[in-house]
């Protein structure tokens, strides 16, 4: 059994229980910490489509509003305008 041979790196320290914890525990904190910096991104950002839309459909509709206001102004004036040449 020459032929097979595990090489070691024995000279290397090995780090305790203790060292492997905390490094474990490094790793979930970074971890916890970019999954709740990305969560709060895309919080961020379907909370303001959501802004965006309702401002939206306001907009339009405080428009469509004032169109409909400004035909019915119009359309009265041209009739009190035919009423006044009927007259005359």
Known sequence: MSGFQVKRFNWLPRPTAL???QAWRARQQVA???FEANNSAA???LTQAGA???TGMASIAASTAV???QD?????NAENAKALDTLA
């Open 19 to 21: 060292e492997t914890a």
């Open 32 to 34: 916890r910490e970019d």
């Open 43 to 45: 919080w961020s950002v």
């Open 52 to 54: 965006d839309l309702a």
């Open 67 to 69: 169109k409909r206001l």
């Open 72 to 76: 019915a102004a119009q359309a009265k």
